[in-house]
């Protein structure tokens, strides 16, 4: 059982270019969130999505984009890179409701913009 | 919009002590869920604890366990039996029980140190 896994694990991205994150989870889970992490500090929530073909913004969504065409993926596009950018990514999925309830995390991206 | 407040950036225990984490958060929400996440080095996250705001009686996982006021709107984390394989930062962390709202909210985190 995989869980969520994310890919690249390491970026270095010049000024301008665009990438795209990968995430995906075989836990059949119907929310997913994409956070950053800045050096020291918390996580702060980028976008989530509810269910496949629904998004929503996070607290830091500007300079990001996403989509949720199906259940297992969760892609996260970056246009135009900027250092402001440079940070760690989680992806992270949950289910909705029941018992077990808590978000499982992939193993992050670090990413940095020079 | 719910928020999640860690007030204390840091924190340090004596190995084999007890040490105690506090969180507060602001919710109109009467039905919610409720975590506490650890982050090694390793940037792994893992979840500690979770509580469900309905269940009036608070969480326990072995040496770790919440004190949850729901009044209040407090949701601490007690530590017993502090190992040095603790030190790492925790969070505390809110969600929606279901909804087009249900994002998951971190609080800021706080480091703990376990001293030998």
């Known amino acids: 059982n995989a869980g969520v896994t994310q890919t690249p694990k390491f970026r270095i991205l010049k000024i301008g270019q665009s990438m795209t994150l990968q995430c995906t989870q075989d836990?059949?889970?119907?929310?997913m969130y994409w956070y950053r992490q800045d050096p020291g500090m918390g996580l702060k929530l980028i976008y989530y999505?509810?269910?496949?073909?629904?998004?929503d913004k996070g607290e830091v969504p500007n300079g990001y984009n996403v989509s949720r065409s199906t259940t297992e993926d969760f892609p996260l596009r970056l246009e135009l890179a900027a250092p402001s950018q440079t940070s760690v990514y989680f992806c992270?999925?949950?289910?909705?409701?029941?018992?077990?309830?808590?978000?499982?995390f992939g193993q992050g991206t670090r990413l940095t913009v020079v | 919009a719910q928020t999640v407040t860690q007030s204390q950036p840091e924190m340090s225990v004596q190995e084999a002590e007890t040490v105690t984490l506090s969180c507060t958060y602001d919710?109109?929400?009467?039905?919610?869920?409720l975590f506490w996440y650890k982050q090694p080095p390793s940037r792994q996250m893992i979840l500690v604890i979770r509580?469900?705001?309905?269940?009036?009686q608070n969480a326990t996982e072995n040496r770790f366990s919440v004190n949850f006021q729901k009044a209040a709107k407090s949701f601490s984390l007690k530590i017993s039996d502090s190992q040095l394989g603790d030190a790492a930062m925790y969070f505390c962390?809110?969600?929606?029980?279901?909804?087009?709202?249900?994002?998951?909210?971190f609080g800021k985190g706080i480091t703990l140190s376990v001293r030998p």
């Open positions: 992270a999925s949950s289910y909705s409701r029941g018992v077990n309830t808590e978000a499982f």
């Open positions: 836990m059949n889970h119907n929310y």
């Open positions: 999505s509810v269910g496949a073909g629904i998004t």
């Open positions: 919710t109109s929400e009467s039905d919610y869920y």
């Open positions: 509580q469900e705001a309905y269940k009036q």
């Open positions: 962390a809110y969600r929606s029980r279901a909804g087009a709202n249900s994002k998951l909210t």
